[in-house]
């Protein structure tokens, strides 16, 4: 079994930046997507990013385009640690972030990414 471990959340003021980490083990397979999705109090949960292990193709949200990025490193040996760079940070980046993982690529609409970490808050203060 899969499992996701984040870390790295924190309050940060306006403007600030924050790296979030995921650090996986467990995978049995080499071809997997990892997606870090948001979830602000009254809001729905929102994918803002994803990276696929087996050619680094990455996916951005709108809200988060330009301003986070995410990498990805020792996805060869099936315990990656993948990360989210978020700069410029907003008040309205407050949420609690996750990760989550499935087999496949970021952009197969047919993910559902069913296993996820416990979160880690993020609070960015005006």
């Known amino acids: 079994e899969v499992q996701l471990v984040e870390s790295g959340g924190g309050l940060v003021q306006a403007g600030g930046s924050l790296r979030l980490s995921c650090a996986a083990s467990g995978f049995t397979f080499d071809d997997y997507a990892i997606a870090w999705f948001r979830q602000a109090p009254g809001k729905q949960t929102e994918q803002i990013s994803c990276?696929?292990?087996?050619?680094?193709?990455?996916?951005?949200?709108d809200s988060v385009k330009g301003r986070f990025a995410i990498s990805i490193d020792n996805a060869q040996n099936r315990q990656p640690t993948v990360y989210l760079q978020m700069d410029s940070l907003k008040p309205e980046d407050t949420a609690v972030y996750y990760c989550a993982e499935d087999r496949g690529e970021c952009s197969d609409p047919r993910l559902s990414f069913d296993n996820w970490g416990q979160g880690t808050q993020v609070t960015v203060s005006s």
């Open positions: 990276i696929s292990s087996s050619d680094r193709s990455t996916y951005y949200s």
